[in-house]
């Protein structure tokens, strides 16, 4: 009875120790079939990298964005569809990453910046999905390895052309009076395109004019001498505060 006890303990140990074991198996790095298979469509350790720069210069580009679209299933249309998964705005060195890309998956790249032509490029990272898991063929580390290092790609330099834009001339023509008009021998001021003006004097009015000096008696000077005043083209003897500026 007691060597019969001994060999129950001593087996339920050892499939103790052996369930232990599985659990702590990395997913992914079980033996072939569906459930690896299976686990490396979840492998999100992609990164894609590069820099936007001028076409001419070569000089990183500030502010550019950068867009990162992807397909992702429409529970609505019960379709895959489009979408920005992620945007970037440069910094002023024109670098760009994105991180935690899934490896098996393709995406297009799209840049904008004012002053320049867009950008669109598809992009991924080029690994196929293994047959039978990734330890399919007894090659599992190995096959392992080779994908990580293919989960990091460098775009490089991705050049934007400068936008050619043509302004065609513009000529504006108004015939209505301005403020100011310029005659021969003379200033116009225009008292009726003047907002301000509406039931005011022509004190108050004349001392809004520039080079226009009027003093507390009402008496105007320009350059230190006394104008003649004209009202509606016409010489004026009345005094300004006779005068209203409408």
């Known amino acids: 009875m007691k060597s019969f006890f001994a060999t129950v303990v001593l087996g339920a140990a050892v499939f103790c ?8 198996m990395p997913a992914g790095m079980m033996g072939g079939g569906a459930r690896g298979a299976g686990a490396n469509q979840n ?7 590069g820099k936007v720069i001028d076409s001419k210069t070569g000089k990183g580009l500030d502010g550019a964005s950068v867009l990162l679209i992807g397909n992702r299933f429409d529970s609505t249309t019960k379709k895959m569809k489009e979408v920005v998964l992620n945007t970037i705005i440069t ?4 670098n760009f990453s994105f991180e935690g890309l ?7 790249l799209r840049i904008t910046a ?12 080029d690994i196929k999905m ?9 090659d599992g580390p190995n096959r392992m390895a080779q994908m990580m290092s293919m989960a990091d790609k460098d775009l490089g330099n991705i050049k934007l052309e400068v936008a050619e834009s043509t302004l065609e001339a513009v000529t504006v023509t108004t015939t209505a009076k301005q403020l100011f008009e310029m005659g021969v021998d003379r200033k116009i001021f225009n008292v009726d395109k003047n907002l301000v003006s509406a039931g005011q004097t022509a004190t108050e009015v004349m001392r809004q004019l520039p080079g226009v000096n009027v003093d507390i008696d009402g008496n105007v000077t320009i350059r ?23």
């Open 17 to 24: 120790s052996g369930s232990n074991a599985l659990a702590q």
């Open 43 to 49: 492998m999100n350790v992609g990164r894609l990298y």
């Open 91 to 94: 910094p002023s060195n024109g």
């Open 102 to 108: 899934a490896v098996f998956s393709k995406f297009k």
């Open 114 to 125: 004012i002053g320049y032509k867009d950008y669109l490029q598809p992009v991924g990272f």
């Open 130 to 138: 293994p047959q039978g898991g990734a330890a399919a063929g007894g």
């Open 224 to 246: 230190n001498a006394s104008p003649q005043i004209f009202v509606d083209g016409r010489p004026t003897t009345l005094t300004l505060d006779q005068i209203p500026a409408d």
